[in-house]
């Protein structure tokens, strides 16, 4: 037997500026979970190499996620905070998983898609297998919830799918390793396996935060127009024009939320106003339905500098001493890799890799 034990496990790439969706979507929810669950939180260095190569400052971008991890609320103590190249069983995980998963599936995903654009042939071999290191990265803790915006949603029913192909595939091999234990699969049902089935988290109002130039795009790391998003480094004066900027369309708030339909930029700016305010779409309606959007974005953006503003000053303090950053990418490699070698002990034994 070997117990699977429930634990959160997520990732953020160290690419560009952090934005209001990664908070919103990601990083608030990391830190609520630390009430309830273990936690492991990883800035994914060995993904960001998949798109672009080359990086200016990796190691900076690397500690100023950590940073924004660590000023949001995230307790490197209590759970584990580190870098993903540090633990080498993600990748050697991932090899395996290389050959768990097929070509077609890969070839299925959105956002693979989405980053190779036209010229697939072109695009660097990582980033196709950029979801079997994803896999890796869940399945080397067995981590059973995966909190993540709206956009992760396919790559964790592909880390599922691995999952359930290793412990289909190698079902007799687990259960001669002594090694299988009863997973989970939804409406009371189990099988016996090794990998769990990871749970996605993706709940609340602002799972998928919207470009605030263009409704229909997300708000992106990588979109060229700065304006396009908030950064987590903004000050008050650019999160201010950013707001103002921001794209609406003539007509007045509605009531309800059923008249946001059809109004992309406007139920975005609602659904993010809801999130940093911790209250229903409904309940920004009630106060503001009938009100223009010059009376509107004045209370968004004052809204955003204020949830915003005290996590952008400590982001500030931390990255003024990077050692004790690194002092803490440290230790979080270290008990984040203990977990993980007992993991590849597991799988090698399985598979049947000798040592
Ligand atoms: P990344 O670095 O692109 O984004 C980090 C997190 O932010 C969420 N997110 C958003 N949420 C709401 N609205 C948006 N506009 C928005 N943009 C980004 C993402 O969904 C994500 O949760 N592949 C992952 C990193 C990763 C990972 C993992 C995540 C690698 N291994 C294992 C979970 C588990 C990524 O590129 O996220």
Same mark, same amino acid.
């Given at each position: 037997m070997s117990d699977i034990t429930p634990r959160v496990f997520s990732g953020v790439q160290p690419t560009g500026n952090l934005h209001l969706g990664n908070y919103l979507g990601a990083i608030r929810k990391f830190v609520a979970l630390q009430e309830s669950h273990d936690c492991i939180y990883c800035v994914v260095d060995l993904h960001s190499i998949t798109a672009?190569?080359?990086? +200016?400052d990796l190691p900076?971008?690397?500690?100023? =996620?950590?940073?924004?991890?660590?000023?949001?609320?995230?307790?490197?103590?209590?759970?584990i905070v580190f870098n993903q190249s540090r633990v080498s069983a993600h990748a &050697? /995980?991932?090899? =395996?998983?290389?050959?768990?998963?097929?070509?077609?599936?890969?070839n299925r995903m959105t956002q693979f898609k989405d980053k190779a654009g036209k010229d697939r042939e072109n695009a660097s071999l990582g980033l196709l297998a950029y979801p079997s290191l994803m896999a890796a990265d869940i399945l080397a803790y067995r981590?059973?919830?995966?909190?993540?915006?709206?956009?992760?949603?396919?790559? /964790? +029913?592909?880390?599922?799918?691995?999952?359930?192909?290793?412990?289909?595939?190698?079902?007799?091999? =687990?259960? &001669?390793?002594? /090694?299988?234990?009863? =997973?989970?699969?939804?409406?009371?049902?189990?099988? &016996?396996?090794?990998?769990?089935?990871?749970?996605?988290l993706i709940e609340g109002p602002a799972t998928r935060v919207m470009s605030l130039k263009d409704g229909s795009k997300k708000m992106s790391k990588s979109d060229p127009s700065d304006l396009s998003r908030i950064n987590l480094t903004d000050d008050a004066d650019a999160i201010?024009?950013?707001?103002?900027?921001?794209?609406?369309?003539?007509?007045? /708030?509605?009531? &309800?939320?059923?008249?946001?339909?059809?109004?992309?930029?406007?139920?975005?700016l609602v659904g993010i106003f809801a999130a940093l305010a911790e209250r229903s779409k409904a309940e920004v309606l009630t106060d503001f339905g009938g009100r223009a959007f010059s009376e509107f974005k004045p209370a968004l953006a004052d809204l955003a500098v204020q949830v915003l503003s005290p996590i952008t000053g400590e982001m500030r303090?931390?990255?003024?001493?990077?050692?004790?950053?690194?002092?803490?990418?440290?230790?979080?490699?270290?008990?984040?890799?203990?977990?993980?070698?007992?993991?590849?002990?597991?799988?090698k034994q399985i598979v049947g890799f000798l040592g």
């Amino acid at each position: 037997m070997s117990d699977i034990t429930p634990r959160v496990f997520s990732g953020v790439q160290p690419t560009g500026n952090l934005h209001l969706g990664n908070y919103l979507g990601a990083i608030r929810k990391f830190v609520a979970l630390q009430e309830s669950h273990d936690c492991i939180y990883c800035v994914v260095d060995l993904h960001s190499i998949t798109a672009q190569l080359v990086h +200016e400052d990796l190691p900076g971008q690397t500690r100023s =996620i950590t940073a924004a991890f660590l000023a949001a609320g995230i307790d490197p103590k209590r759970h584990i905070v580190f870098n993903q190249s540090r633990v080498s069983a993600h990748a &050697e /995980l991932a090899w =395996i998983f290389n050959c768990v998963a097929r070509i077609g599936w890969m070839n299925r995903m959105t956002q693979f898609k989405d980053k190779a654009g036209k010229d697939r042939e072109n695009a660097s071999l990582g980033l196709l297998a950029y979801p079997s290191l994803m896999a890796a990265d869940i399945l080397a803790y067995r981590a059973t919830h995966v909190p993540v915006g709206d956009d992760q949603k396919q790559h /964790l +029913e592909l880390t599922r799918d691995i999952a359930a192909k290793f412990n289909n595939d190698f079902a007799q091999k =687990i259960a &001669e390793a002594g /090694l299988s234990t009863p =997973i989970p699969m939804g409406e009371g049902q189990t099988v &016996e396996g090794y990998f769990p089935m990871t749970e996605p988290l993706i709940e609340g109002p602002a799972t998928r935060v919207m470009s605030l130039k263009d409704g229909s795009k997300k708000m992106s790391k990588s979109d060229p127009s700065d304006l396009s998003r908030i950064n987590l480094t903004d000050d008050a004066d650019a999160i201010a024009r950013k707001v103002k900027k921001a794209k609406t369309d003539p007509d007045a /708030l509605p009531s &309800e939320v059923a008249g946001l339909a059809g109004r992309p930029e406007a139920d975005n700016l609602v659904g993010i106003f809801a999130a940093l305010a911790e209250r229903s779409k409904a309940e920004v309606l009630t106060d503001f339905g009938g009100r223009a959007f010059s009376e509107f974005k004045p209370a968004l953006a004052d809204l955003a500098v204020q949830v915003l503003s005290p996590i952008t000053g400590e982001m500030r303090r931390l990255l003024d001493d990077p050692g004790h950053i690194d002092a803490v990418l440290k230790d979080g490699g270290e008990r984040a890799g203990a977990i993980a070698a007992k993991t590849m002990a597991d799988v090698k034994q399985i598979v049947g890799f000798l040592g």
